[in-house]
């Protein structure tokens, strides 16, 4: 069973980026010279002296580019100490860079290749024109939080997951969005209902009537994405072009 929320399997969010190489022409305006007469009066030569890169480079102020670069860190650090630390320990600093490289190599394979799976579910979703609303979205929130308690609030289910809101939603599209490319073929009779609440029906919370035969049917088709979900990732995964540079 493929779980879609939480630690669940989620594809998180992947963003790639070509850099284009951009070429300049040079272009030169040719002005034609008018010949003017001039009186010609002896001068006397003027030379000027050339700078030498030396001379440039002790004349530029590295001080005060070094200053001002050194106060915009302090400014920086100050409004927000996260860009340059994550932490000190008993005195002894943790940089943010040492954080990021440490989450990049512990992390950064799995993590990309959840993003890759999420950029590949889109682009078939879009194939396949298949599009979740945000209707859709906050009714399946409801149902999940629904299905954890009354005493359950959104914030609260948030907090222990460790998502914001915004990830939470993204995880519930890609979710949708497989459920509908994987059960767009696929039919529920009332039969397979009526056969699953008699097998299944300490799995269901409903009690309605109604109630209690819609949440057979999507279990129903739950049941049946979970089957399909792997190979057909996979077959996704292998007909795909990516190039990775991590």
């Known amino acids: ?46 030379y000027e002296a050339s700078m030498s890169a030396t001379s440039i480079r002790k004349g530029f102020p590295w001080r005060w580019v070094l200053i001002g670069l050194g106060v915009l860190l302090l400014v920086l650090g100050s409004v927000n100490k996260g860009l340059v630390l994550a932490a000190v320990v008993n005195g002894q600093p943790i940089f943010s860079w040492q954080l990021n490289n440490t989450l990049r190599t512990r992390y950064g394979q799995q993590t990309l290749e959840g993003m890759i799976g999420e950029v590949l579910i ?91 035969r819609e949440e057979a049917r999507k279990a129903i088709i739950g049941n049946a994405v979970s089957e399909k979900l792997q190979s ?4 996704l995964r292998q007909q795909s072009n990516v190039v990775k540079f991590l």
């Not at 929130?141 to 222990?160: N, P, R």
């Not at 519930?172 to 299944?200: F, G, H, P, W």
């Not at 057909?232 to 077959?235: A, E, S, T």
Request: hydrophobic fraction near 45%; aromatic fraction near 8%; charged fraction near 25%.
């Open 232 to 235: 057909w990732f996979l077959d």
């Open 122 to 212: 889109e682009k078939e979703a879009q194939k396949s024109g298949v599009v979740i609303s945000s209707e859709e979205i906050q009714a399946k929130q409801k149902e999940i939080l629904s299905s954890l308690g009354t005493e359950v609030s959104l914030a609260d289910f948030l907090q222990f997951q460790g998502l914001t809101e915004a990830d939470f939603n993204q995880q519930l599209r890609v979710q949708l969005t497989v459920e509908k490319l994987l059960s767009k073929d696929l039919t529920v009779t009332d039969a397979d209902i009526d056969n699953y609440i008699a097998t299944s029906s300490s799995l269901l919370t409903a009690t309605e009537p109604a109630a209690l």
């Open 1 to 46: 069973m493929v779980r879609w929320c939480g630690s669940g399997y989620a594809p998180a969010h992947f963003v790639f980026s070509l850099n284009e190489g951009i070429f300049y022409g040079i272009l030169r305006d040719m002005a034609k010279k008018e010949s003017v007469k001039k009186v010609v009066v002896p001068v006397p030569p003027v």
